[in-house]
């Protein structure tokens, strides 16, 4: 509200920088601690002390966006009809080599065999296994739990859901 009442005062535009920071959207945070410190330059322009301060923050703020921390990370290993296990044994090990910091918790996706995201490049045909790392153990317990759970059949209800035949 105070940006759009007075668009113009570097204040109001470090307050926002402020409440972004607080929610942990650190590259909004520095987008406004940056235009806070060009409207300074541009209105008050005298004490160079508080540019170059406020230059530090969006710096810090922009750092802090980069080096924000990813939870999880994903590797897809081609998969051709061999022996499952060993191929899910080599994935993990790839992935532990390739990813260092998200070994935490690391699993390739037993059920499943996937194709490459949309964007990427891949073979007409081609399988991939799925293998994901984790910073944090537990998150990484929970997802291969929820993934890996066998879910209940429940057989001839299909023949009455719409569109079934």
Known sequence: RSIIQNPSHFCNHLRQAACFRCLHRYSEAARSAMVAQCLYVLAEGAGLHTSDLLQLYWQALTQEALSGEVSFSVLYTPFEKEDKADKIKEANRTFAEKHPDYVQHVFTDPHGIHLLP?????????????????RNREIGKTVEKFVTRKLPVFPGVLKNWPGSG
């Open 118 to 134: 949309e964007k990427a490049e891949s073979h007409p045909g081609q399988q991939y296994l799925l293998t994901l790392g984790f």
